[in-house]
């Protein structure tokens, strides 16, 4: 069974950084896509991010240049780390698993195979 437990969120101030972590387990994960995924609430829940198996990374328009997304494939480890942040960024941060290793697009459109419970980051302006 699959398991995504993410941690790392709290209240931030606005242009502060964080890091978010994901640890997976219940299966090898080697050429499964880790990801990362947000949701406002009262909204859909949206694609930021996703890191290949080789360390391809792609991310969603709206976060390129404040979020870097890694993974540390010995560990089962995924990182979101968030620069800058704006109150905008308010919202529950899910990770998230696939094992389709592709592109943002699909990823916004048919979201990933498994996902965490979340952790919600609070940024106050």
């Known amino acids: 069974q699959v398991e995504l437990a993410e941690s790392g969120g709290g209240l931030v101030q606005a242009g502060e950084s964080l890091r978010l972590s994901c640890a997976a387990s219940?299966?090898?994960?080697?050429?499964?896509?880790l990801g990362w995924f947000r949701q406002v609430p009262g909204k859909e829940r949206e694609f930021v991010a996703a890191?290949?198996?080789?360390?391809?990374?792609t991310y969603a328009e709206s976060v390129k240049g404040r979020f870097t997304i890694s993974r540390d494939n010995a560990k089962n480890m995924v990182y979101l780390e968030i620069k800058r942040l704006r109150p905008e960024d308010t919202a529950v941060y899910y990770c998230a698993a696939d094992k389709i290793a592709t592109s943002a697009y699909y990823y916004e459109t048919r979201g990933m195979e498994f996902y965490g419970k979340g952790t919600l980051v609070t940024v106050s302006s």
């Open positions: 890191v290949s198996w080789s360390g391809f990374s």
């Open positions: 219940g299966r090898s994960f080697s050429n499964h896509a």
